[in-house]
């Protein structure tokens, strides 16, 4: 074996950096992920360095960590990272990273907002940025903040410019998709606030990459009436945050529903201002120069339950998760490219040879069109149409022709659509009108989608496969392609190969060469019964996949997990070419890992973003660890109120350059 000679790190990491032909906006050399830290010298010069070796990056893999066990307590009860990032090269050399997390805060942190004051990161507003309180304990009033938060994306903006900032500016848009609980432990807050998002200005140190908080914002919604639970997010190809608001508001019983009557009162301080067509669509954040940022909604994407979709190199393509029981594959194909404010909606219809087998050849699909709008026209109906006027649904059967039965949202309905009410309809009630019109809505919590864009394949999470999936369940409809004969719990992630040339099933042509043709397994979880830790899914397999992202340079599908049969949840990297599937990072136990996000080049540097959500939430499958974790959480995360926001790092494990 030889080697180059011993560097110091920060030398090593710059020599690497300029290696010819080894382009620095990759995973090459050690700009691969930042290196926290400083140098452990001071000689910035390069003038007595060794030449380095004129080479390509070759693979990177990672190695997988062991899931942490009761013998080491607290790493069940924090994150845990204890996974080996290898960048191979062509020479045979490689280099060895050991990743690390590191946080920016722990949500109700009191945190810079860049006007000499703080802000509480994670807080909540109302309709006129006013704190809401939580009163729950007398005299210990205090602003609301979330434990969960979620969709992150990185991000340059041209001629940035924010005071406290000594190298690059870069910002982190980070929404909080709800608060778990109030102080007094006891009253439930999900979905009765309006979700938040911030601004983070960081400080990217361009010689180790390393990422500095030093200013949050949180961002103004009035304009946009607020948000209503965000939950996964993307970074559009033009640099913009595509937020996402999942579980739209029933409009037929959210006058009476006590969920929605509070969201409204904390909102807008009284129980009936909210009007539930305003949510259940797709917000994208734009942020400003000075680490301020202007939000609208797309109503014309559907209403539906998005969640983390993924805009296509096209640049108009958008394939969006559906998270709902009897939910759909649907895609928007916007008229302009960077312009998602008019286009049209389509919905997948499966063909036969559905499975959960990755061995299977996969079921084909093909697509109905739902209509074409701009957004400016659907928010008018939103303010103008009541559900009644554009259609009937009946809870029973109403013992007539002209109703339709259908599943949606979860429930067996019988539907009758309004004349003229078509529009109205495919952006305002979509589910219900998709399953109207014959399309597959037998999918249950469809979360995140990613594109592999050099195979033009793209993934899709099912975080589980149960109810709507299962043949011969009340909510399963025969013969819309997808039926599984038992439910799989632990979820699975299937790959969808993207072509052009294809038609609707009225026969138009879709403009669109990122069209979804075809649909299968790639990756499946495995449930068992409870093991000694309580896992009721194979703790070294996916389990509850949820949040998804695809990095090119890495070809590294990185999977998040929403897991219920995991005793601590995961991260895990998927090589797609070596099949290697690799643990990562665990999560604080009881917790979800979400904020996915990764970054294959900004100013030079390589980035995982990734937080987590509501520490210690205990189920069932926490019986054998609750009494030895739930102290340890608490004192780690605000007494389970706060939840981590934070990145990836890796440090070289070894300074030499080692060939085989």
Not at 379 to 399: G, Y
Not at 583 to 603: F, K
Not at 630 to 654: C, H, I
């Amino acid at each position: 074996m030889t080697t180059t000679p011993e560097l110091s790190r920060r030398r090593l990491l710059r020599l690497l950096g300029g290696i010819p032909m080894l382009p620095l906006a990759s995973v090459a050399g050690a700009s691969l992920l930042t290196a926290c830290g400083g140098s452990d010298d001071n000689d910035d010069s390069l003038a007595t360095a060794p030449t380095a070796p004129v080479a390509t990056m070759g693979t990177v893999s990672f190695s997988s960590m062991a899931a942490p066990t009761l013998a080491n307590a607290a790493a069940m009860a924090t994150t845990t990272v204890g996974s080996t990032m290898t960048v191979n090269f062509s020479d045979t050399s490689k280099l060895d990273f050991k990743l690390a997390y590191q946080p920016f805060f722990v949500t109700g942190d009191m945190v810079p907002n860049g006007s000499g004051g703080s802000t509480l990161a994670g807080g909540y507003y109302n309709i006129r940025n006013q704190p809401i309180i939580d009163t729950t304990v007398a005299g210990k009033e205090r602003q609301f903040f979330s434990d969960a938060p979620d969709g992150t994306s990185l991000l340059s903006v041209p001629n940035a410019s924010v005071p406290g900032v000594k190298g690059k500016p870069v910002f982190a848009v980070v929404q909080f998709e709800y608060a778990t609980f109030a102080q007094d432990g006891k009253t439930g807050m999900y979905g009765r606030l309006p979700s938040p998002i911030g601004v983070l200005t960081l400080d990217q140190d361009q010689t180790t990459g390393k990422l500095t908080l030093v200013k949050y914002h949180n961002v103004d919604t009035s304009s946009v009436e607020g948000l209503w639970i965000t939950c996964g997010a993307s970074l559009s190809p033009w640099g913009t945050h595509l937020s996402s608001e999942e579980y739209e508001p029933n409009a037929f019983t959210a006058a009476t529903d006590a969920q929605f009557k509070a969201f409204s009162q904390n909102l807008y301080g009284s129980e009936t201002a909210a009007n539930p067509y305003n949510y259940g669509h797709m917000p994208e954040v734009t942020v400003n120069p000075d680490g301020t940022a202007s939000i609208k909604k797309h109503y014309c994407m559907g209403r539906i339950s998005h969640e983390l979709v993924q805009v296509m190199p096209d640049e108009r393509t958008v394939l969006m998760g559906d998270d709902a029981t009897n939910s759909g594959y649907f895609v928007f194909i916007a008229d302009k490219a960077k312009d998602l404010s008019s286009g049209t909606l389509y919905v997948a219809k499966v063909g036969a040879g559905f499975s959960l087998d990755p061995q299977a050849a996969g079921a084909p699909l093909t697509w109905i069109k739902l209509g074409s709008a701009t957004s400016a026209e659907i928010r008018t109906l939103a303010a103008s149409v009541k559900p009644t006027q554009i259609m009937d649904v009946r809870t029973t059967d109403p013992q007539d022709p002209s109703f339709k039965k259908v599943a949606a949202n979860g429930a067996i309905e019988w539907i009758k659509l309004m004349p003229g009410m078509e529009k109205a309809a495919a952006f305002l009630e979509t589910h219900r009108y998709a399953s109207l019109v014959g399309a597959s809505m037998g999918f249950s919590k469809m979360e995140g989608t990613t594109v592999n864009a050099r195979d033009k394949v793209a993934y899709s999470a099912l975080q589980n496969c149960r109810d709507s999936m299962v043949a011969g369940n009340a909510v399963n409809v025969p013969g819309d392609g997808v039926s599984i004969p038992k439910a799989l719990l632990a979820g699975a992630v299937m790959a969808l190969n993207l072509k052009g040339g294809q038609t609707d099933t009225a026969g138009g042509a879709i403009a669109s060469e990122w069209m979804p043709v075809d649909l299968k397994a790639l990756l499946t979880g495995e449930d068992i019964a409870a093991d000694a830790l309580g896992n009721t899914a194979n703790p070294n397999r996916i389990a509850n996949p949820d949040n998804l992202k695809f990095s090119e340079k890495m070809r590294t599908l990185f999977i998040g997990e929403d897991s219920g049969q995991h005793v601590n949840n995961f991260l895990w990297a998927y090589n797609i070419d070596t099949r290697q599937l690799s643990r990562v990072m665990s999560i604080p136990a009881g917790g979800e890992s979400t904020g996915l996000h990764a970054v294959d080049e900004l100013n030079g540097w390589t980035y995982i973003m990734s937080n987590f959500q509501h520490a210690g939430d205990w189920g069932g499958i926490h019986n054998v660890v609750k009494g030895t974790l739930d102290p340890l959480v608490r004192a780690n995360y605000k007494d389970k109120f706060g939840a981590a926001v934070g990145y990836l790092t890796a440090e070289l494990s070894q300074t030499r350059l080692a060939k085989g």
